[in-house]
């Protein structure tokens, strides 16, 4: 809850606030919607107002035992049932409960007379009269411009809106009033953000053929809120907002470790491997192992009895089964057991919204203790390059504040020899692993080098990364032996690990 400094110095009193119930949004307004007071949602068409205001009414009813009445100017009550059904609401029982009362309201603009003498007081009286009918503590009015459609007269327009939300502020009534977007401000009449105590804006576009939408708190009279614009999605549960949660630096710090998976490396991380509940980004070339590398991380988890889930943006579940099969890392077992679960889709699939989303979705159903993403660098087809950072911070916020490990993989262009990665998370990870391919004359061989490795010691030196059919080891380059140098000749094996 926000914190007023009072009139008499030093106290504090919090501002009262309602939980939406919606995932994220309680998070970016730090606790919710004002309580007794009149929120406004406003954006474009299909931006997600009604959504919003709809979900909010019926998680308060389902979650909060705090029924709701929505006051509809455009969508019969047959029409919304249908539709939020998609969503998995269901408005008839909610009404037949009494948790959710509908009242559509029809405005024909050729049936409003104005005069001087208008006002709202009839709408009042069936307002008031649907919210005693239910013990209603939450209210939506849908859409503020249905209502005000048939007025020319600015004065009589300006006096009623005032009115409006001063009648919802007197009642005590939580309340959201949905505007549609103006050309030159935030609503048609200009008005309705000033007298609101709460202004939410939504945006619906299109970059480069992929829609993201997006939400920011314009105003919050007497609280602290996120300024930033966070992405939101509706999907099959509603809506999900993504705050950057990973501002707050509340990620917890364990102390237990987890292995690589291969033992030379975990000798280079203080001889113990990676802190649990922490990033780690695998960095190089392609054909150096990444994904050999992450793969064996995930076998290892699952060897000890945990649980992986692993994202591919460009290979099939069927390609990296083959592939790893070929290095020695039998993964199709775990999968049998339950204890793996592969999600490959294309990067440019779907928006970084539904990715992030989709994510959230699969780590709350499976709830593993390891990730692997492979490559991260895929998701730059879906948005520019600060969108697809914004994103990965969000999901690494997230699988650390839920103790999980995680592991990307992080395409780097040829001939980039410098500590910079393509998509420039670097600094948000933990452990950064840089993996190179060099080539001496007919021979080849992969170098493995930790850049960083936070809250522990580790090995600083370049050190040869051994792929074959017996799986992958680490050895000093002094040490190599020639008859393990892939050459032309010889058998090879990519990042993938197939031949």
């Known amino acids: 809850m926000a914190k007023l400094k009072s009139s008499s110095g030093g106290k504090y009193r919090t501002l009262p606030k309602v939980s939406t119930g919606i995932q994220g949004l309680d998070e970016v307004t730090l606790g919710g919607l004002p309580k007794g007071r009149p929120t406004l949602v406003c954006g474009g068409a299909g931006c997600g107002k009604t959504v919003l205001a709809m979900e909010f009414l019926c998680r308060g009813g389902i979650q909060y035992n705090e029924p709701g009445v929505f006051m509809a100017f455009e969508e019969k009550e047959k029409d919304l049932a249908d539709n939020f059904a998609s969503l998995g609401f269901d408005i008839p029982a909610l009404v037949k409960d009494k948790k959710l009362a509908i009242d559509y309201v029809k405005i024909e603009r050729n049936e409003i007379e104005e005069t001087g003498e208008y006002d709202l007081e009839g709408l009042f009286v069936r307002l008031l009269s649907a919210i005693d009918s239910i013990g209603a503590k939450r209210v939506v009015l849908d859409t503020i411009e249905a209502l005000f459609s048939g007025f020319t007269n600015q004065s009589i327009l300006r006096a009623e809106l005032r009115r409006i939300f001063g009648w919802l502020k007197d009642k005590g009534i939580t309340a959201i009033i949905t505007g549609e977007k103006g050309e030159h401000m935030l609503t048609k009449h200009g008005l309705e953000e000033y007298v609101a105590d709460c202004v939410i804006y939504l945006d619906h576009r299109v970059n480069e053929q992929l829609a993201t939408r997006r939400m920011k708190i314009i105003k919050y009279r007497g609280s602290r809120h996120g300024t930033s614009e966070f992405p939101f999605l509706i999907g099959d549960a509603g809506i999900s907002v993504f705050p950057i949660t990973s501002l707050l630096l509340t990620c917890r710090a364990y102390q237990d470790r987890v292995s690589s998976g291969i033992k030379q490396l975990d000798e280079m991380l203080d001889g113990k491997g990676y802190y649990r509940g922490t990033a780690v980004l695998l960095s190089g070339s392609a054909g150096s192992g990444k994904t050999s590398v992450a793969a064996q991380f995930a076998d290892s988890m699952c060897e000890g009895g945990k649980k992986a889930i692993f994202f591919s943006f460009e290979e099939s579940e069927g390609q990296i089964l083959r592939n790893m099969k070929s290095i020695g890392l039998d993964l199709q077992k775990w999968i049998d057991k339950g204890q793996l679960k592969f999600i490959s889709n294309r990067g440019s699939f779907c928006g970084l919204e ?146």
């Open 354 to 499: 539904a990715h992030l989303v989709l994510a959230h979705q699969a780590l709350d159903d499976f709830r593993p203790d390891a990730i692997v993403m492979d490559p991260i660098t895929t998701l730059l087809q879906s948005g520019t390059l600060d969108e697809a950072k914004a994103m990965i911070a969000r999901l690494l916020d997230f699988a650390k504040n839920n103790g999980m490990t995680i592991v990307a993989t992080d395409l780097t262009l040829k001939g980039n020899r410098g500590e910079t990665t393509e998509i420039g998370i670097s600094s948000l990870c933990d452990v950064w692993i840089k993996l190179t391919m060099e080539q001496e004359g007919r021979r080849k061989q992969r170098l493995l080098n930790i850049l960083k490795a936070r809250g522990m010691k580790h090995s600083h030196e370049v050190r040869n990364l051994v792929i074959s059919d017996r799986g992958l080891s680490i050895e000093d380059i002094a040490e190599y032996a020639p008859s393990h140098i892939e050459t032309a000749d010889a058998p090879q094996f990519t990042a993938g690990g197939a031949k």
